[in-house]
């Protein structure tokens, strides 16, 4: 398939650690991808459904011990611990090598590898880039098919160069106590052993796409960021595209896939999604801020995925998907899981197989984590720019969090560098679904903390230097919080496709169409620019009540990020302490 010495060299030397049965080239072609899940299927890895209800969709248990990524397994492998930063796990990069070096020898003895070439972005983009993942599972050749583009035509793009990312995955036994992510940045390696849940193996996705491609971007001068992409068609059929971070459970696959409320829709408006997770941006031949999707699928949290929360990422799992740890309804050979509708099967298999009536049972069916991989061409407001190889234009940046009472529903940066300081604060409060205390506050500046593969003092840093590079091309940036909630704790504003009118706002805003009042934070609507026609329940006090800048609250939010920004030490811009300063003064 290739004569690249480079990549020639690497397998050689990985065959000889893994010692594979067998070693199969993945082409890419419909016909070995058949091929591979007709074997899958066979021996039980998957699960064939109704192929009449849901075509080309198969079902996948991971083990009971394997259902999510594993934080505190994931260590970035830097050569000094500082590079790494305090918000990543280290460990030298030899003792890393060595010790995984030993999990490895012999794994893959009695098993297949699979060598699968892949590109990151549309193939022929000049922003895409080439990995290669080893692998001895099936599951993942067939995720990081939907995924990515895989197969010859990624070596082609590669050609005789070495910048590719080299990727190990063994399932080896599913062994938690020797389970381990691991990313070497400066090598441009990502080994991964003993799993088999996606975030951990399908290593395109959170270990190329943000870790290893967060640290390229920073050597490379662009930027791989936790974003999705959205294009708003405007009645004269301008489109304007945003990139917007969000901390898990905070809407974002909704917000990718929104749908305009039906005033919206009469007049002309539409939404299009170019990606729902992560943005690749780089500075165009214009100047201005381009990004494309890496990624060519989805791969979603099933549960609360319904007709009326997402109907197009439902839509979009309805042919050629794969689900994970969900319920396999044997009624009708399909699959379900909690929040789909309010009619669970009776004659089913939980997520591990057991049987489970979901009308008698008071255990849930399908993993909380449970997810599906879906092609994004089948989602039905897919973009015409999607696999565009130059992508589409920023026209504004979007960061968001779950607030009870602090963040208001939108308000706009003063600038770029004020804009760099609002994301690095981004913060949600925990809810009833995790673990813990209700209402803490945890950072996650740019929803990247799980994800930078690299020191975040560096990664801030890099957003300002950035934010110089682009000058006044640069996009506009806006912090939204669709979470505020009354004295009752029910949420206020409706969300969903009603936040296209807080987007409209914003798009207008980046136009100069539509004036600002000035708050300690920011600039917030004038309530009366917030469109408000047809909904139900909500008045123009409303809005005033969402947009109301509680002083005291913000005072308290500035303690926490001092002690937050206490972390970074002296590897925090001058910059970001400067804002934090002027925030303190303007609350007074």
């Known amino acids: 398939m290739t004569s690249n010495q480079h990549v020639l060299r690497w397998l050689e030397e990985m065959k000889a650690l893994v010692k594979p049965m067998n070693v199969v080239w993945v082409d890419g072609s419909r016909e070995q991808m058949a091929d591979l899940k007709r074997q899958a299927i066979a021996s039980g890895e998957l699960i064939e459904l109704n192929q009449d209800l849901l075509p080309g969709c198969t079902l996948h248990r991971t083990a009971p011990n394997d259902v999510a990524r594993v934080e505190h397994r994931t260590f970035i492998c830097t050569r000094k611990k500082e590079d790494a930063g305090p918000t990543n796990n280290w460990e030298d990069p030899q003792v890393m090598y060595e010790k995984l070096r030993k999990l490895f020898n012999g794994v893959m003895h009695d098993r297949t590898m699979y060598i699968i070439p892949y590109s990151m972005g549309p193939i022929g983009s000049p922003y895409s880039k080439v990995g290669i993942e080893l692998t001895d599972s099936i599951y993942v050749v067939l995720n990081m098919d939907i995924m990515t583009r895989v197969g010859k035509a990624a070596l082609d793009q590669l050609g005789d160069s070495n910048d590719f990312v080299r990727g190990l ?23 991964s052993i003993n799993s088999g849940y996606g975030g951990n193996v399908l290593l395109g996705k959170k270990c190329f796409a943000l870790r290893i ?48 409320p039906e005033v919206y829709q009469k007049k002309g408006y539409k939404v299009w999604t170019v990606g729902d997770d992560i943005a690749w941006m780089n500075i165009g031949k214009d100047g201005r801020l381009w990004a494309i999707n890496p990624e060519s699928g989805f791969f979603g949290v099933a549960p609360g995925t319904n007709m009326k929360s997402n109907a197009n990422a439902l839509l979009s799992t309805k042919k050629n998907t794969i689900f994970t740890n969900v319920v396999h309804n044997l009624e009708n050979n399909t699959v379900w899981w909690e929040g789909l509708d309010k009619n669970p099967p009776e004659h089913a298999l939980d997520w591990q197989g057991n049987p489970w009536n979901g009308k008698t049972s008071d255990k849930k069916g399908a993993h909380p984590n449970s997810r599906f991989t879906a092609p994004a061409i089948n989602c039905p407001c897919i973009s015409s720019e999607f696999a565009n190889p130059q992508g589409v234009p920023i026209s504004a940046i979007i960061f968001g969090g779950r607030r009870a009472k602090t963040a208001p529903l939108v308000y706009q940066a003063k600038d770029w560098e004020h804009g760099v300081f609002v994301g690095s604060i981004m913060a949600s409060e925990t809810t009833a679904a995790a673990t813990g205390a209700v209402g803490v506050v945890r950072r996650d500046p740019m929803a990247m903390l799980p994800f930078c593969g690299y020191h975040m003092g560096d990664y801030f840093q890099h957003w300002l230097d950035m934010g110089k590079k682009l000058g006044d091309k640069a996009p506009k940036i806006f912090n939204v919080n669709w979470f505020r909630t009354d004295d009752n704790g029910n949420f206020i504003w409706p969300g969903f496709g009603e936040n296209l009118r807080v987007l409209d706002w914003i798009i207008q805003r980046c136009e100069g169409a539509v004036d600002a009042v000035e708050t300690p934070i920011g600039y917030e609507p004038k309530p009366e620019d917030i469109n408000i ?49 002027a925030l303190e003064q303007r609350l007074g």
């Open 533 to 581: 026609e047809g909904l139900e329940g909500i008045t123009e006090d409303t809005i005033k009540n969402l947009l109301y800048v509680d002083k005291n609250l913000w005072k308290e939010e500035v303690a926490g990020i001092k002690e937050f920004y206490a972390k970074f030490g002296d590897r925090l811009p001058k910059e970001l302490n400067a804002q934090l300063a």
């Open 169 to 191: 995955h063994s399932k080896a036994d599913i062994d938690e106590e020797n389970r381990y992510i691991c990313h070497v940045p400066e090598d441009n390696t990502i080994w």
């Open 213 to 260: 491609a967060s640290y390229q971007g920073w050597k490379e001068g662009w930027m791989a960021e936790h974003m999705l992409i959205l294009g708003i068609e405007n009645p004269k059929g301008e489109i304007k595209y945003v990139a917007a971070a969000f901390p898990s459970a905070c809407g974002k696959t909704n917000l990718a896939m929104l749908i305009p």
